[in-house]
């Protein structure tokens, strides 16, 4: 028990150094730290602790579904599915389907089909979106008598679809915000039609309104050839401004059939920065039989109805997978890969308020807790000297590492550390200070027993190390049930947790027993000091 290799002592040390040159850049005043981060080369940049927006702040935006915009897919959808229904049914109109603000209307002479298509044009507000049951129906359907039907989307109708619109777009700005890094960003519903957005340590919104404010609307569509019908072309910008581009109105492949989409960058073209976009099944195969049936022709990519590239087709592409170049900047391939890899927003939001906020409980509250955390920490450290002396020296030692490595482990996530977090902390310093008392009692009750100093303490630390190791378990499994049900400071109370929960396995039984087993060597004791 108490020989211990050099190379261990060597390798807890060279940890525990690490550890602490890791978080020191945390500590040094802003100044300070800008002129480390040029003095140090680009692969060895420092990082530092990311406080949550209930410490430092952060940006603050509150975003609402244009409801216009809802309506009119809406109608447009509902025209579309009227269509539908006239062709299945070979019914005919006279006059066409008129678009109105809220609906379609059209006129069906014969009595005989209005009876047989009206049913069906009920039915469609079983499928419509936003219908629910046993509520309001979403669309309305009259026949005034003369043979004009109209179709009408009902305010329930719209108020479902701006709700359903709100929970899709939150799945969706979770995955960009996500993507953004690990900032434990809050994103909650505020009332029927708005979503708030929190990301603390973003102190500029700017890059995160570019993120939120993009649909990403990928399309594929053909370049026009000479003596093709205008009426088959629309004329669109392109994204380097060098004027407008012919291209074909139909499109041949959905950035809907994407399933990822990264940076990265071309060698050929002097590690100009890219990104490279993968298809799935239908998608690969829609791609892989336009470009084998259109080889010398321009193949334009269209976002946002902006042509951001328009390559020749020199052979075909079947592997499913291609590259988009458009003189990007880095930043700009990485907000375009992740608007891409999240998906469309189904519906288009409007970014009524931004602010940077500051604390969000206060600086009172942020004082408040620093005083407990210290408080706390400092009566664990007075009772265990007291209880245990110089045992319960090497006890306060390992604890002081414990919660090194815990900042240590925050920098190396990313993870953003809360007021929860703080609590989590502070938890983990009394579950790390219990796994000394363990090891120290059952050490105390062997020497009770009349066993031997060595004996006593081999033994306290092999039998009290089952325990120590079930009642940690437990804590992590209740610790990854907070973090991967939990959001945003519950996720960081979680992380803080599970970080300590790992390493009291090394500093209250390793580093505690290292040091020990130097004690014993140095002083020889007749006696155990507990």
């Not at 308020?353 to 706390?376: F, H």
């Not at 609590?423 to 579950?431: C, D, E, P, Q, S």
Request: proline letters at 4%; a neutral charge; glycine letters at 10%.
């Amino acid at each position: 028990m108490l020989r211990f290799a050099t190379w261990k002592i060597i390798a807890i040390l060279a940890l525990t150094l690490a550890a602490v040159l890791v978080i020191l850049p945390s500590t040094l005043a802003p100044a300070s730290f800008k002129a480390l981060e040029h003095a140090l080369p680009s692969w060895a940049q420092p990082r530092t602790i990311v406080l949550g927006l209930d410490l430092q702040g952060g940006s603050y935006v509150m975003l609402e579904v244009d409801k216009a915009s809802v309506l009119h897919t809406q109608v447009t959808n509902l025209r579309d599915d009227v269509r539908r229904i006239l062709r299945e049914e070979k019914v005919a109109i006279t006059g066409g389907i008129g678009t109105q603000a809220r609906g379609v209307q059209l006129r069906i002479p014969d009595a005989a089909d209005r009876a047989k298509v009206l049913p069906k044009f009920r039915n469609l507000a079983n499928s419509f979106a936003g219908a629910k049951i046993g509520g309001a129906p979403p669309i309305e359907v009259r026949d005034s008598g003369d043979g004009l039907v109209q179709i009408t989307v009902t305010e329930a109708g719209v108020t479902d679809k701006v709700r359903h619109a709100v929970d899709q777009s939150i799945e969706v700005i979770r995955k960009r915000v996500d993507a953004l890094g690990t900032r434990e960003a809050s994103i909650q519903r505020e009332g029927d039609d708005r979503i708030n957005v929190q990301v603390p340590g973003l102190q500029d919104p700017k890059q995160l309104k570019i993120v939120l404010g993009e649909t990403a609307k990928l399309e594929f569509r053909l370049v026009a050839e000479p003596g093709q019908s205008p009426s088959e072309l629309e004329e669109l910008e392109q994204s380097d401004q060098s004027g407008k581009i012919a291209i074909e109105k139909q499109v041949m492949v959905q950035g809907e059939d994407l399933t990822d989409a990264q940076p990265g960058f071309d060698q050929q073209r002097g590690g100009e920065p890219v990104v490279n976009f993968r298809f799935n099944i239908r998608g690969a195969q829609k791609f892989g039989e336009v470009t084998s049936k259109n080889v010398g022709r321009l193949f334009a990519i269209v976002l946002d109805n902006k042509v951001i590239s328009a390559p020749r087709i020199l052979q075909p592409i079947t592997g499913g997978s291609g590259q988009i170049s458009g003189h990007f900047t880095v930043e700009q391939a990485n907000n375009l890969s992740i608007l891409l890899r999240a998906g469309a927003l189904p519906a288009k939001l409007n970014i009524i308020e931004e602010r940077t906020v500051g604390p969000g409980l206060g600086q009172d509250s942020i004082d408040a807790g620093k005083r407990a955390a210290y408080v706390g920490a400092g009566l664990v450290v007075v009772y265990m000297l007291i209880t245990y002396g110089v045992f319960g020296i090497f006890a306060n030692l390992a604890l002081f590492v414990h919660i090194a490595f815990i900042f240590a482990g925050l920098v190396l996530l990313g993870s953003t550390l809360t007021l929860p977090g703080i609590a989590g902390i502070v938890l983990t310093i009394g579950m790390a200070v219990d796994s000394n008392v363990l090891i120290y009692e059952r050490i105390r009750e062997e020497q009770h027993g009349g066993r031997s100093i060595l004996a006593s303490l081999d033994a306290g630390f092999n039998r009290a190390f089952a325990t120590i190791v079930d009642s940690n378990v437990t804590m992590f499994v209740a610790a990854a049930i907070l973090y991967f049900l939990g959001s945003g400071p519950v996720r960081g109370f979680a992380v803080s947790l599970a970080l300590g929960i790992l390493t009291t396995i090394v500093t209250a039984v390793t580093m505690t027993r290292m040091m020990i087993a130097i004690w014993y060597h140095y002083a020889r004791p007749t006696r155990l000091p507990i």
